[in-house]
């Protein structure tokens, strides 16, 4: 079983740019949440995607936004990117619909540093 | 809306002794609760979850966490800190019982050093 993938590991941005980062999800997987951890902290929820609609967003502007493919992969986009943008961007994936309730699988991130 | 305290953001313990991570959640609507660990430069990977079946919930790697209503408290447990127990805990809850298990908030850590 593929495990979630997350892509590039580190980037470095300056501020006011943009930023895509990429997740594959576990197999067998329909639905992706993202996070964000800053340091010392514990993920803040951004948003979950199933079926390529958004289904749930956290407490994050709208220059975060998002999309879910039809193999289920997902992107986080993130627009005028600010300093405190910088932290640890988490992408976990899980089985949802009526029959099924799984936990989250985690990625092991991606590092954003803005300067 | 349900919140997650977890008393201590850093805990040290010495190999071989008993490791203690306290978690509280504020809501008097039980929820679905889990711990996670997060290894340096890693992901979180789950430990355990409480689903309402048994109140004590046995998880990978040796750990326990006990639900206790009354006291609204998760805490995670292992008899004998090994080195390799070294890492961030996260304890997680759900709003309700009725929110899926992939909709979870989570407390602010617990980051757990093991003494040789």
């Known amino acids: 079983e593929t495990g979630v993938t997350q892509s590039p590991t580190h980037l470095i941005k300056t501020r006011g740019q943009q930023v895509t980062l990429r997740c594959s999800s576990q197999?067998?997987?329909?639905?992706v949440s993202w996070y964000q951890q800053a340091l010392g902290q514990g993920p803040q929820f951004i948003f979950q995607?199933?079926?390529?609609?958004?289904?749930g967003r956290g407490n994050f502007p709208p220059r975060f936004s998002g999309l879910q493919f039809p193999n289920y992969s997902s992107e986080l986009n993130v627009n005028a990117l600010e300093l405190d943008d910088s932290a640890l961007y988490l992408c976990?994936?899980?089985?949802?619909?009526?029959?099924?309730?799984?936990?989250?699988?985690f990625g092991n991130g991606t590092r954003l540093t803005v300067t | 809306a349900q919140s997650v305290t977890q008393l201590g953001s850093h805990v040290s313990v010495s190999e071989g002794a008993l490791v203690l991570l306290r978690c509280n959640y504020s809501?008097?609507?039980?929820?679905?609760l889990f711990w996670y660990v997060q290894y340096p430069n890693q992901g979180l990977q789950l430990l355990l979850k409480?689903?309402?079946?048994?109140?004590l919930v046995k998880g990978i790697n040796g750990f326990e966490a006990e639900f206790k209503k009354s006291e609204t408290s998760f805490h995670l447990t292992k008899p004998s800190a090994h080195m390799s127990d070294a890492a961030e805990y996260f304890c997680?809850?759900?709003?309700?019982?009725?929110?899926?298990?992939?909709?979870?908030?989570f407390g602010p850590g617990t980051s757990l050093s093991v003494i040789p």
């Open positions: 997680a809850v759900t709003p309700t019982m009725k929110t899926s298990y992939d909709k979870v908030i």
């Open positions: 995607y199933y079926r390529e609609e958004e289904n």
């Open positions: 197999s067998g997987h329909n639905t």
């Open positions: 409480y689903t309402s079946a048994a109140t």
């Open positions: 809501s008097s609507v039980p929820p679905y």
């Open positions: 976990a994936s899980s089985l949802s619909g009526s029959s099924y309730n799984s936990p989250l699988h």
